[in-house]
């Protein structure tokens, strides 16, 4: 089955810099890679989302790169603020997160310094 | 328009007692998944079900059950529960443009 690789687990940046967290997945056949932001007591929310056939894809502050070679795909946040701090996990799936659900990285807290 | 709903967010349960948590997706979703949250091994998939019918089902012993009503509100069961079930429970719902995550059932089993 797939298996999601997520690092860092903690990323500490300061506020108005930016923050990489990377993954990579194993199944070639994966074709579709959301971003999920979880804070403290609530589920995860979709931020961002990626399928196979774009290689980047950008929604203000956060943007999304995809290597399908490589089978890795990161998230950026640029300019950050102290609202970003959350948990951000990863997921890949290949059935576009229907039937066969996501397979989800481990997560990476982030904290955002003022 | 209103999010997933999930039903109830805290419950307290002793080992071999079952329980059955309960989820409303969004309206007009037809595609609802479940998906147990632990600090150890993270989010991982139980099962996923539409119109009704189980789709899928994710690496969990036949304890953990659920299934979908005509409305599409769905209900999972734990039977003979056991402490490591313990867990942040969540419920997703989609039509097939990116999940949306109810807040979760926290289960506690003593």
């Keep these: 089955g797939e ?3 997520q690092h860092p687990s903690t990323l500490s940046v300061q506020e108005g810099d930016s923050a990489v967290i990377k993954c990579t997945y194993s199944d070639s056949a994966s074709n579709y890679f959301p ?7 609530k589920g995860p929310q ?4 990626i399928r196979s056939n774009v290689g980047e894809k950008k929604d203000q502050r956060i943007a ?7 089978k890795h795909f990161s998230l950026h946040i640029t300019e950050t603020q102290p609202e ?9 799936s290949s059935s576009g997160g229907g039937a066969d659900g996501l397979t989800f990285g481990k997560g990476t807290h982030l904290i955002i310094q003022p | 328009k209103a999010g997933v709903t999930q039903t109830p967010r805290y419950l307290i349960k002793t080992r071999g007692q079952q329980v059955t948590l309960s989820c409303s997706p969004i309206s007009g979703h037809r595609s609802v998944s479940w998906y147990q949250q632990t600090p150890g091994q993270g989010l991982q998939f139980l099962f996923e079900y539409f119109s009704e019918t189980q789709r899928n089902k994710g690496n969990f012993p036949g304890r953990f059950s659920g299934r979908q009503f005509s409305n599409s509100r769905s209900e999972m069961n734990v ?7 313990s867990a942040l429970y969540l419920c997703a719902s989609t039509e097939g443009a990116g999940y949306t995550f109810g807040s979760g059932t926290r289960l506690t089993v003593v």
């Excluded at chain 1, 970003?84 to 997921?91: I, L, M, Q, R």
């Excluded at chain 2, 039977?79 to 079930?85: A, K, R």
């Design chain 1, 84 to 92: 970003d701090s959350a948990v951000y996990f990863c997921a890949a």
């Design chain 1, 64 to 70: 999304v790169t995809l290597n399908k070679t490589a």
């Design chain 1, 3 to 5: 298996n999601v690789e």
């Design chain 2, 79 to 85: 039977s003979t529960l056991e402490l490591g079930d």
């Design chain 1, 46 to 49: 979709l931020i961002i989302d």
């Design chain 1, 35 to 41: 971003w999920y932001k979880q804070e403290l007591g």
